[in-house]
């Protein structure tokens, strides 16, 4: 398996940017999915964006156009740019690595003032 760690979560102002990273314990080149969930208080955790080993990309229909995901394999590191940020993307965002197992990170708060 895969130990994760995310970071660059934190407080900004609607209409701002973040960039979050996903750091992985040994190589990603192989892995064959990696993603990126979120979880706001009371709601179920839902997909935001991943990205297969081979390039492709799948984004929740409701962030497309303000998410993108990218991932540097000489870095092991998966990234979420987040642009035009709204009160409503507040969650713990959590990483995510998917072989024929599954791992997660511990996961990084994003907060999103109005």
């Known amino acids: 398996q895969v130990q994760l760690v995310e970071s660059g979560g934190g407080l900004v102002q609607a209409g701002g940017s973040l960039r979050l990273a996903c750091a992985a314990s040994?190589?990603?080149?192989?892995?064959?999915?990696m993603g990126w969930y979120r979880q706001a208080p009371g709601k179920q955790r839902e997909l935001v964006a991943a990205?297969?080993?081979?390039?492709?990309?799948n984004y929740a229909d409701s962030l497309k156009g303000r998410f993108t995901i990218s991932r540097d394999n000489a870095k092991n590191t998966v990234y979420l740019q987040m642009n035009s940020l709204k009160p409503e993307d507040t969650a713990v965002y959590y990483c995510n690595a998917r072989g024929n197992w599954v791992a997660w990170g511990q996961g990084t708060q994003v907060t999103v003032s109005s």
């Open positions: 040994r190589t990603i080149f192989n892995i064959a999915t």
């Open positions: 990205i297969t080993s081979r390039g492709s990309i």
